[in-house]
T-cell receptor
Framework: GQSLEQPSEVTAVEGAIVQINCTYQTSGFYGLSWYQQHDGGAPTFLSYNGLDGLEETGRFSSFLSRSDSYGYLLLQELQMKDSASYFCAVKRSNYQLIWGAGTKLIIKP | DAGVIQSPRHEVTEMGQEVTLRCKPISGHDYLFWYRQTMMRGLELLIYFNNNVPIDDSGMPEDRFSAKMPNASFSTLKIQPSEPRDSAVYFC?????????????FGPGTRLTVL
């Protein structure tokens, strides 16, 4: 079967660093994407890891380890506007994304 | 570019009625995806098209759901007859084939309520 697991909720303080983990079990794995969704909004693309290692985009970084079937999204210098849900999604060979259930990030001042 | 456009943004209907959701993808994108999002089931892929051709509709819940893409700039998702359990936010997304479907651009969604 196919499954992605990520924590349902994470709480952090403004200005801090937070890591959102994602473990997956799926066939036909090509890479791992991350999306952000604010309440009432649509998912927006953040990053993609097709190879092992770290990808950095500004305050956000994403990591992949294929051997461990594991990835994470790292958010630095947290701002209140980062309060949102974050989804990991596995890219399969057939252009489909298999989505995790999402992690709600709560940021406290 | 205006991004992916969906209409209507909100739809309230009664059980048994036909519902048609509309989507205009980003110009030049050759992949179009229809998703449904609920608290219970999360984000589910219903169907996707490549160059207007349906590629995989295995996510369509049942025969009450149908989707078409008559041309590169328009797609519809139809539910007939609608049921209360169809209440959800329906998203349309488009993507360039060169991205391998990795980066999908989502429309604002249609919030459907079936009474």
């Amino acid at each position: 079967g196919q499954s992605l697991e990520q924590p349902s909720e994470v709480t952090a303080v403004e200005g801090a660093i937070v890591q959102i983990n994602c473990t997956y079990q799926t066939s036909g794995f090509y890479g791992l994407s991350w999306y952000q969704q604010h309440d009432g909004g649509a998912p927006t693309f953040l990053s993609y890891n097709g190879l092992d290692g770290l990808e950095e985009t500004g305050r956000f970084s994403s990591f992949l380890s294929r051997s461990d079937s594991y990835g994470y999204l790292l958010l630095q210098e947290l701002q209140m506007k980062d309060s949102a849900s974050y989804f990991c999604a596995v890219k399969r060979s057939n252009y489909q994304l298999i989505w995790g259930a999402g992690t709600k990030l709560i940021i406290k001042p | 570019d205006a991004g992916v456009i969906q209409s209507p943004r909100h739809e309230v209907t009664e059980m048994g009625q036909e519902v048609t959701l509309r989507c205009k993808p980003i110009s030049g994108h050759d992949y179009l995806f229809w998703y449904r999002q609920t608290m219970m089931r999360g984000l589910e892929l219903l169907i996707y098209f490549n160059n207007n051709v349906p590629i995989d509709d295995s996510g369509m819940p049942e025969d009450r759901f149908s989707a078409k893409m008559p041309n590169a700039s328009f797609s519809t998702l139809k539910i007939q007859p609608s049921e209360p359990r169809d209440s959800a936010v329906y998203f349309c997304a488009s993507s360039l084939g060169t991205s391998g479907g990795v980066e999908q651009f989502f429309g604002p969604g249609t919030r459907l309520t079936v009474l």
